[in-house]
C-alpha cells in the first residue's frame, strides 16, 4: 500500500510502477481514497503476483509537482510444505551426522524450533547445535541420540503459519571397538574463507559449527585488530559470533578456531561493510523574491558512493532545456535572479547498488507587501553573560531588512525570523532597540534591560568534622539588587536536599546548610545553587568526561571522532583534547594526537599508516581537565608506501676509520632503510647502497675524519619513500699525531707571560680541531721567612694497630696504636668510614692444629653470614695450637695464631684452707683405704660366690670407668684372677702413659664441623666416648676450669 497526504486543495495524484504510469482507479480489485492518492488491495484467494514492482507518487498543483521516495512491493505465496518422504539415518556411534529441515523459500526468515512429537524442544549443546540454515548439526552421536521423532517446526510470525516437517529417525549404531577421537573438521560453513556485504545498521551473525572426538572449542579472533566485546555477543555455545547495529568499523578480518586433544582447524570470515545512503539538502523551502538568488545544496554519502541527480517537478534536469540562468556545481544547483515562472518543487536524489532516496526542495516565488506582525514597546531582561532574543516577526517578498546596522557588532545577528540575537549580554548593552523595516517608515521599538550576573562569592568549604558534631555550611552570594530575593538549593552527590517539618536532619537557615549531629552516611559531596528568575550559579568544577565516543567514516590515513559533551559544571568547555594509543607497543603511553575548541564535538584524525590506534577524550575548562573519557575500539590504518624517510640522520663516529650512520626508526610491514652514502670530494655521483632494518649502520676502513654524503630512504613491502635529502657527516676521529712546533714565551709582566706557537697542520689533527691544551710547571721557586734550622719530615706512616669492637647492633668502638713512623709532631688522625656494597657476607673460617709445626692441614668450618657478631670453634684440643684465619672469596681478611689452655683442677676459693675441709677430705681418704683393702681380701679368698654378691662387690661406675659390654656380667675370667689385686689399668688403654698425658691436654667442646678436629690432631690417639667417662672429680676431662685460659674463641663484626 502506498500514501501521500496533502490538505492543500485541487492536488492531483498519478503513480508510476516501474517507470511505467499506473492508473488504481481503472482496477477493480483496487479500492482509492477521495482526499489523497492512496490505493490499496483487500486480501483475496486470487493472484497478486500482478502488484509487484516498484512505485513512485506524483502530487502536482499550480505551484509544482512534488515526489515520493521509492516504495516496494513483493509478492509471495503462502509457505506450504511439499509431500516429502520420512528420512531415517543410520550412524555408527562417534561419527558425525547433519538432519536437514529445509524449510520452505520466503523472503522473511522463519522462525525454526527442533522438537520431539511431543512438542518439546530437542536439548541443545557444544555436541548438538542448530545452524542458521535451520539443520541440527552432531558434532559425534552417542547412544542416547537414537529416537524417531526429530521434528523441524518452520514458523512465518508474518503470515501466521507454522509448517510442520516430516519427524526424522536418527538410530546410533554402537561401536563394537573403542571409539577412536578425531580432529575438528568444518561442518558448516565449508572450506577455510568466507565473505560477507553487509550496509552499516545491519544485524549480521557468524557461525563456525564445526565436527569432532571429543566436542572441539570454539575461539573468535579479529586478526586485524581487536575482538571489540562492547561491539559483539557470542551465542549458540560460541558458535555463533553476532554484530548488532554493524558500522564501517567492524570491517575486518574474523577468525574462528576450533580445538579438541587430536588438533585444530580454523575458518577465516572476510567482512566489508558499506555505508547506507545519506542526503542533506542545504536550501530550505521558502519564499523568495523576484532576483534573488537560490542555492539548493545537496550532499549525498554513501559506500560506495551514491549518484546524484536532480529533477525539477519530477522531471530529470538533463531532459529540460538548459537555461543560463540555472547551473550545477559540486551538487549544487544555483538559479540566479529568478522569477515568477522559477516556482517549482525541485528533487534531489541519490543512487547507489543499495538503493535510493529522495529528498523535495519547494521554491516559491512571489511579490507581497512587507509588515511586522511583533507587537510595539516589549520589555526585555536578562542577567550579564546570557543570549537573549528581542523579535521583530516580519512578513514579505523579499525578506524585509529590520534591525539595519545593529548587526555590524559581532554578539548581535539577525536570525530568520527577524529576531536580533545578542550573544553574551553586558551592562552597556541595555536601552532601547528599533526595528524598522528597510525603505518604509513601519517601526516598532524593545527595551533591554541587563543585570549583573548572580555569583557565588566563597562556596562551601571542605570539612572534616567528628561524628556527632554539628556542620556548618555556608553558601555567599552576590546578586542584582533589581532581582527578587534567591531561591538557595543544596545538593548533596548531586541529589537535592529539603528541609521537612517532621525530621531534623537538615536545617536551612537562608544561605546556610546546618547538620546538627554527623554520621557516617553524612559523608559526601555538597553543593549550593543559587537560583534567580534570570540565571543561575552554582560552584564551578572540572567538567564530566565526554561519552558515547564514536567513528565514522573510516579511511585509510584517517577517521571520524565524534562525541556527547558531559556537564561542564558551570564553567563552560575550551577545549577538547584527542589521546591516542598505539596498542601493537608494549610501553602503552597516551599521546596527545589534536585539539579542538569547546564547540566542537567531532574531529577528523589524520593517521600513520600500519599501526593500530585506540582513542579518548578530555574536556577542558577553566578549573582544569575533565578524567579521560572511556577509549574507542581499536582502528587500524593499512599498510602502505613510507610518506616520508626517517629524521635524526647523523653520523655517531667515534672509533678512528669507522663510519656509523644512525636515524630515528620507522613502523610498517617488512620495513627496511636503504642507506646511502658516498665522499663528499673526488667520489663523483656514484651511492654506495646497503639495506638495514634498524640502526646504526657502520662502514669500515674509511680513514680518519672524512667527510661523506648520508642519507637513509625509508622502503617496506608496498614501495620506497619519497627521494631523501643527504647530509653531511664524518668517520671517527684519532689521535693527533704531531704536536706543536715553534712554541715561544714571551714576559709581560710579573705575572703574565704569552705562549705562541707555529699553526698546525690540518692533516695531522686527523679530526675535528677542538683546541690547544698549555702545560706548565714550576722548576726554580724562592722560599722567604724561614727559621735559620728547619726540618722537613715525610708524611706520618699508617696505625700500627687497628681494632674494632661492636658494643650493641647500632654501636662500634675503633681502637688504634700511634704509627711506628710518626715522622715528626702527630696533630691528629683523621677517621673516615663508608658503607660497604654488601650488607651481607659469608666467612669460611679456617683452623689448622698446629701439636707439631708443620704437620697441621687446614680444616674449614660452616660458612658465616656477616650479620653475626661472633663465632664459636668447638672441638678444640685443650693445649694445643691453632691457625686461624677468615677468608672471603680466596682473600684471606684475618689470621692468627692461638693456643688452647689444659684442663686443670678447679680451685675453690675461700674454704678450701679452713681445717674443717681438710679433715673432712682425710677421713674420706681413709675411708677409701679402708674399703680397698677390704676388696682386696675379699678377692684373695678364692671361692666361688653368686652373681648378686659379684654386682655388689663391684667397684661403683662412678669410681671405676667399666666396659659397657662387660657391665654386670658374669665371667670365669674373673675368677681366676691371682690373689693380688690386679692393677685398675691392666690390658686398658685408659692407662697409659702418654695416653694419660694427651687425654690431661684435651677438652670436651661442642663441634660445629665437618669431623671432630681433635681426633684427627697430630699426636692425638683415640679418646673413650665423653659418656663413658668417669664423672670423679680425679678425671682431668670432667674437671671444670675456673682459672685456666679459654678454650674458646669468639670473633666479632
Not at 685408659?990 to 681426633?1015: F, G, K, P, R
Request: hydrophobic share 30%.
Amino acid at each position: 500500500m502506498g500514501k501521500l497526504n496533502f490538505q492543500q486543495p485541487l492536488l492531483q495524484f498519478r503513480w508510476v510502477k516501474d517507470g511505467v504510469e499506473f492508473d488504481p482507479s481503472k482496477d477493480p480489485e483496487l479500492s482509492v481514497s477521495r482526499d489523497s492518492g492512496t490505493f490499496s488491495l483487500t486480501a483475496k484467494d486470487g493472484p497478486i503476483h500482478q502488484y509487484q514492482g516498484r512505485y513512485n507518487c506524483y502530487a502536482s498543483n499550480d505551484l509544482g509537482t512534488a515526489v515520493s521516495n521509492e516504495a516496494r512491493i513483493v509478492t509471495e505465496n503462502t509457505p506450504t510444505l511439499q509431500k516429502e518422504k520420512k528420512v531415517s539415518k543410520k550412524v555408527e556411534e562417534g561419527e558425525s551426522v547433519v538432519l536437514p529441515c529445509n524449510p520452505p523459500n520466503s523472503t522473511v526468515a522463519p522462525v525454526i524450533h527442533w522438537m520431539d512429537k511431543k512438542l518439546r524442544h530437542i536439548q541443545q549443546n557444544d555436541r548438538v547445535i542448530q545452524g542458521r540454515d535451520g539443520n541440527l548439526y552432531f558434532s559425534h552421536v552417542t547412544e542416547a541420540d537414537s529416537r524417531d521423532d526429530y521434528t523441524c517446526n518452520t514458523q512465518f510470525p508474518s503470515a501466521r503459519i507454522i509448517v510442520l516437517k516430516e519427524p526424522i529417525k536418527l538410530t546410533v549404531v554402537p561401536s563394537n571397538s573403542v571409539v577412536r577421537n578425531r580432529r575438528p573438521q568444518m561442518m558448516r560453513p565449508t572450506g577455510s574463507h568466507s565473505s560477507y556485504l553487509v550496509l552499516s545498521g545491519q544485524n549480521l551473525e557468524l557461525e563456525c559449527i564445526v565436527q569432532g572426538l571429543p566436542s572441539p572449542k570454539i575461539q573468535w579472533i579479529r586478526k586485524d585488530g581487536v575482538l571489540s566485546e562492547s561491539r559483539t555477543s557470542k551465542d549458540s555455545y560460541d558458535r555463533v559470533l553476532r554484530f548488532k547495529n554493524i558500522s564501517e568499523s567492524d570491517s575486518g578480518e574474523y577468525q574462528c578456531t576450533s580445538t579438541n586433544l587430536q588438533g585444530m582447524i580454523t575458518h577465516t570470515y572476510s567482512i566489508t561493510v558499506e555505508g547506507t545512503l545519506f542526503v542533506f539538502c542545504g536550501g530550505i523551502s521558502q519564499l523568495y523574491a523576484p532576483g534573488d538568488t537560490v542555492k539548493l545544496d545537496c550532499k549525498a554519502d554513501g559506500i560506495p558512493t551514491p549518484d546524484v541527480t536532480w529533477s525539477i517537478n519530477g522531471n530529470l534536469l538533463t531532459d529540460i532545456d538548459p537555461d543560463p540562468k540555472r547551473s550545477l556545481k559540486h551538487g549544487v544547483l544555483t538559479l540566479k535572479n529568478v522569477e515568477l515562472s522559477d516556482t517549482a518543487v525541485y528533487q534531489c536524489k541519490a543512487v547507489n547498488k543499495h538503493g535510493s532516496i529522495l529528498i523535495n526542495a519547494y521554491v516559491y516565488v512571489i511579490e507581497l507587501p512587507p509588515q511586522i506582525l511583533t507587537e510595539d514597546g516589549l520589555m526585555y531582561s536578562v542577567a550579564e553573560g546570557q543570549t537573549t532574543e528581542m523579535a521583530c516577526e516580519t512578513f514579505g517578498s523579499p525578506q524585509p531588512n529590520t534591525w539595519g546596522a545593529l548587526v555590524a557588532n559581532p554578539r548581535m545577528s539577525q536570525l530568520p525570523d527577524g529576531s536580533l540575537q545578542i550573544s553574551n549580554a553586558s551592562l552597556n548593552d541595555s536601552g532601547q532597540y528599533t526595528c524598522t523595516v528597510s525603505n518604509s517608515k513601519i517601526t516598532i521599538t524593545a527595551e533591554l534591560d541587563v543585570l549583573n550576573k548572580t555569583v557565588i562569592v566563597k562556596p562551601p568549604l571542605a570539612l572534616r568534622i567528628q561524628r556527632g558534631k554539628p556542620a556548618t555550611l555556608t553558601c555567599e552570594y552576590q546578586v542584582d539588587s533589581r532581582q527578587y530575593t534567591p531561591q538557595v538549593q543544596w545538593r548533596k552527590n548531586g541529589q537535592k536536599l529539603t528541609e521537612s517539618s517532621d525530621s531534623d536532619k537538615y536545617m536551612i537557615d537562608e544561605s546556610t546548610l546546618i547538620i546538627p549531629e554527623v554520621k557516617e552516611e553524612d559523608e559526601g559531596i555538597y553543593t549550593c545553587e543559587v537560583i534567580t528568575t534570570l540565571d543561575m550559579a552554582e560552584a564551578s568544577d572540572r567538567p564530566d568526561s565526554p561519552t558515547q565516543i564514536q567513528m565514522t567514516e573510516p579511511k585509510d590515513r584517517s577517521v571520524t571522532l565524534s562525541w556527547t559533551p558531559g556537564d561542564h559544571h558551570n564553567s563552560p568547555v575550551l577545549e577538547y583534547l584527542i589521546e591516542f594509543e598505539e596498542t601493537e607497543y608494549e610501553r602503552k603511553e597516551w599521546e596527545e594526537l589534536s585539539r579542538v575548541p569547546g564547540t566542537n564535538q567531532r574531529a577528523t584524525l589524520s593517521l600513520k599508516p600500519f599501526l593500530s590506534y585506540r582513542f579518548r577524550v578530555i574536556a577542558i575548562n577553566d578549573i582544569g581537565k575533565s578524567d579521560p573519557s572511556m577509549y574507542t575500539d581499536v582502528f587500524s590504518t593499512p599498510a602502505a608506501p613510507p610518506d616520508s624517510n626517517p629524521e635524526g640522520v647523523r653520523s655517531d663516529s667515534i672509533d678512528p676509520g669507522n663510519l656509523v650512520i644512525t636515524w630515528k626508526v620507522f613502523n610498517g610491514p617488512g620495513f627496511r632503510y636503504k642507506v646511502m652514502w658516498r665522499k663528499v670530494l673526488g667520489s663523483g655521483p656514484s651511492w654506495h647502497t646497503e639495506f638495514m632494518t634498524s640502526p646504526p649502520f657502520t662502514v669500515t676502513d674509511v680513514g680518519n675524519f672524512s667527510a661523506f654524503d648520508i642519507k637513509v630512504q625509508a622502503v617496506n613491502e608496498m614501495g620506497e619513500g619519497p627521494e631523501p635529502k643527504s647530509t653531511i657527516g664524518y668517520s671517527g676521529e684519532d689521535y693527533p699525531i704531531e704536536a706543536p712546533m715553534d712554541v715561544g714565551v714571551a714576559l709581560i709582566n710579573s705575572t703574565t707571560v704569552v705562549v705562541k706557537w707555529a699553526p698546525i697542520n690540518r692533516e695531522t689533527v686527523r679530526g675535528r680541531l677542538q683546541g690547544y691544551k698549555v702545560i706548565y710547571c714550576t722548576v726554580l721557586s724562592s722560599m722567604r721567612d724561614l727559621n735559620p734550622v728547619i726540618h722537613f719530615f715525610p708524611v706520618p706512616g699508617p696505625p700500627s694497630s687497628l681494632l674494632l669492637d661492636s658494643p650493641s647492633e647500632t654501636e662500634m668502638t675503633l681502637h688504634w696504636t700511634p704509627p711506628t713512623q710518626p715522622n715528626g709532631v702527630l696533630k691528629g688522625y683523621t677517621l673516615k668510614y663508608q658503607q660497604g656494597a654488601l650488607t651481607n657476607m659469608c666467612f669460611d673460617l679456617c683452623c689448622i692444629v698446629c701439636i707439631c709445626p708443620g704437620k697441621g692441614t687446614w680444616k674449614r668450618s660452616e660458612r658465616v653470614n656477616s650479620s653475626q657478631s661472633f663465632y664459636t670453634l668447638q672441638g678444640l684440643q685443650s693445649g694445643s695450637e691453632y691457625r686461624l684465619k677468615i677468608d672471603l672469596k680466596n682473600k684471606t681478611l684475618w689470621e692468627d695464631e692461638i693456643q688452647t689452655a689444659g684442663a686443670i683442677m678447679e680451685i675453690s676459693q675461700g674454704f678450701v684452707t679452713e681445717s674443717w675441709f681438710i679433715g673432712l677430705i682425710s677421713a674420706l681418704v681413709l675411708l677409701l683405704l679402708v674399703l680397698l683393702i677390704l676388696c682386696f681380701i675379699k678377692r684373695s679368698k678364692g671361692g666361688k660366690y653368686s652373681v648378686k654378691e659379684k654386682e655388689e662387690g663391684q667397684i661403683d661406675s662412678e669410681v671405676r670407668p667399666m666396659n659397657n659390654e662387660a657391665f654386670g656380667e658374669y665371667s670365669d675370667n674373673e675368677e681366676k684372677q691371682t690373689a693380688s689385686q690386679p692393677s685398675l689399668c691392666e690390658d686398658s688403654k685408659l692407662c697409659t702413659d702418654d695416653t694419660l698425658d694427651d687425654y690431661a691436654n684435651s677438652m670436651q667442646t661442642e663441634v660445629i664441623m665437618d669431623e671432630s678436629l681433635a681426633s684427627q690432631s697430630s699426636g692425638v690417639r683415640d679418646v673413650p666416648d665423653p659418656g663413658t667417662q668417669e664423672s670423679s672429680p680425679l678425671n682431668p676431662a670432667t674437671a671444670i676450669s675456673h682459672n685456666g685460659l679459654p678454650n674458646s674463641v669468639a670473633f666479632l663484626d
